[in-house]
């Protein structure tokens, strides 16, 4: 359902469907971060150019061509410089020890997905290095505010620290939130929100 033609449908328009500036969480705990930074699903670009213009280098991987072409476009207008990767996640090979983090706002995935990329990831990334995730939680079913409607691909607390068990816990918690990411995005929300680090 959630697929390449579904996503590439999704941004056909004009406008930006999460809007041009940052995941708050992700804003709130940029000074953690480290480059090279890889972020999964980067979708039209917004989380890949905010920590551009904070001076890291960042690598945005989305399996949407649309979506990575209008990236680049808000780079560009903001005068900083991103890399997209055009790939599946499914296939994607991250390699080991490459990354000071890795971002994963709203990057959500089946499980059989998530089972062969979440241990790569931890490969990826290098000692101390940072993982910070947010997404939608299986309470977000209930809701009508975003996120995919299918309980396998969002997430909750005991599936983040299954599925990522080689990370140290920085902070791990559901909460309900105010989001407002443009259309895509909006209203109250049931969120998980992870930060790791690799242990050195
Ligand atoms: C809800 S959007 C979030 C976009 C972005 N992270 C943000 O916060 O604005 C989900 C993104 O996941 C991407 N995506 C979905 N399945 C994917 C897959 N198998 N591999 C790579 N990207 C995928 C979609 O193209 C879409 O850009």
Redesign the pocket.
Not at 61 to 64: A, F, L, P, R
Not at 87 to 90: E, M, P, Q, T
């Given at each position: 359902m959630?697929?390449?033609s579904f996503?590439?449908k999704?941004?056909s328009g004009a406008n930006y469907?999460?809007?041009t500036t940052p995941?708050s969480f992700l804003a709130e705990h940029c000074g953690l971060l480290t480059g090279p930074v890889l972020?999964?699903?980067?979708?039209?670009?917004?989380?890949a150019v905010f920590l551009a213009s904070r001076g890291l280098e960042i690598i945005g991987?989305?399996?949407?061509i649309v979506?990575l072409e209008k990236a680049k476009l808000l780079a560009k207008s903001h005068g900083v410089e991103i890399k997209t990767a055009l790939?599946?996640?499914?296939a994607?090979e991250p390699g080991e020890n490459q990354f000071g983090s890795v971002v994963?706002?709203?990057?959500?995935?089946p499980s059989a997905?998530r089972n062969r990329l979440y241990p790569l990831i931890e490969k990826s990334l290098k000692p101390d290095g940072i993982l910070i995730l947010e997404a939608y939680s299986e309470n977000q079913l209930s809701r009508d505010t975003?996120?995919p409607k299918d309980s396998d691909m969002l997430m909750t607390v005991a599936k983040l620290h299954q599925e990522l068990p080689n990370l140290e816990s920085v902070l791990l918690r559901e909460v309900d939130r105010e989001v407002s990411?443009g259309e895509?995005?909006t209203g109250m929300a049931s969120v998980v929100q992870f930060i790791a680090r690799k242990k050195a």
């Open positions: 959630y697929d390449k996503w590439n999704r941004y469907i999460y809007g995941n972020s999964l699903s980067e979708g039209e670009g917004r989380n991987v989305d399996i949407s979506a790939a599946d996640l499914a994607y994963s706002i709203s990057a959500h995935l997905v975003g996120g990411e895509g995005h």
